[in-house]
């Protein structure tokens, strides 16, 4: 397999220099870049399939740069910032971040997060046991843009974390899926006390079923349990 790509967006010399070496040594091809205008030229030069990124960036910040990201299908997004606090965390995983991690920071922990990452992004055979659209309740998912397709004819292109959840309701139709089992579909990664990463996630699936007026509720709160997906998968 083609040795992965690692992009770090970081304007703090010595963090962007420690991180490079850190990946260096675990053997990725590891690019550097200060802001979204050099983060844009690596983009159109090489590709990328993992991006690190600060918050707090001069110019756009990390958080405007996320979404533009999120429009590369096969490229993974890690927050690592010294912002923790809730708001901060969870606006970063609503913008579609795939995981968020605090400073000072692991090193250890990173490169375990990025390694489970790249397994998901990385991994073509992952789809497989589903065909490339599956459609449910008058809605599809389509696995070749990544998108949800509303009844109306509506697109939402899908963060990897939502799709990934997606893809994993739809081959469990009616099934009580944990939050444990949600998180290591999602991320590659097990749950941690207090992360609300899935929750957050559900909630940005279920705005895209409520944009149409007649949305049923296909995603059930189990209490104590999981979710579970309740509409009918065609064929």
Not at 149 to 176: C, D, T, V, Y
Not at 207 to 225: C, N, Y
Request: aromatic residues 6%; contains cysteine.
């Amino acid at each position: 397999m083609q040795t992965p790509n690692i992009l770090i967006v970081e304007d703090e010399v010595v963090t962007r220099t420690t991180l490079t070496s850190l990946f260096e040594a675990e053997g990725y091809q590891v690019y550097e870049a200060e802001n979204g205008e050099e983060m844009h030229d690596i983009f159109a030069n090489h590709s990328i399939n993992l991006v690190i990124m600060d918050i707090n960036l001069p110019g756009k910040n990390g958080l405007i740069l996320a979404r533009e990201v999120r429009d590369r299908k096969n490229v993974g997004l890690i927050f690592l910032t010294g912002r923790d606090n809730d708001v901060d965390r969870i606006l970063g995983l609503e913008i579609g971040a795939d995981d968020y991690l605090t400073k000072p920071f692991n090193p250890r922990e990173l490169t375990i997060r990025a390694r489970n990452l790249l397994s998901r992004t990385l991994n073509s055979s992952e789809d497989d046991d589903l065909p490339n659209k599956v459609s449910f309740n008058g809605w599809v998912l389509d696995s070749d843009s990544r998108s949800l397709i509303s009844p109306s004819g509506k697109e939402f292109r899908l963060p990897r974390s939502e799709f990934r959840a997606m893809h994993l309701f739809l081959r469990h139709p009616g099934k009580i899926l944990t939050r444990e089992q949600l998180i290591m579909e999602m991320t590659g990664r097990e749950l941690r006390p207090n992360d609300r990463t899935v929750d957050v996630t559900i909630r940005r699936i279920r705005k895209h079923f409520e944009s149409e007026p007649s949305a049923e509720e296909l995603i059930v709160t189990i209490h104590g349990e999981g979710y579970r997906f309740c509409g009918e998968v065609d064929g």
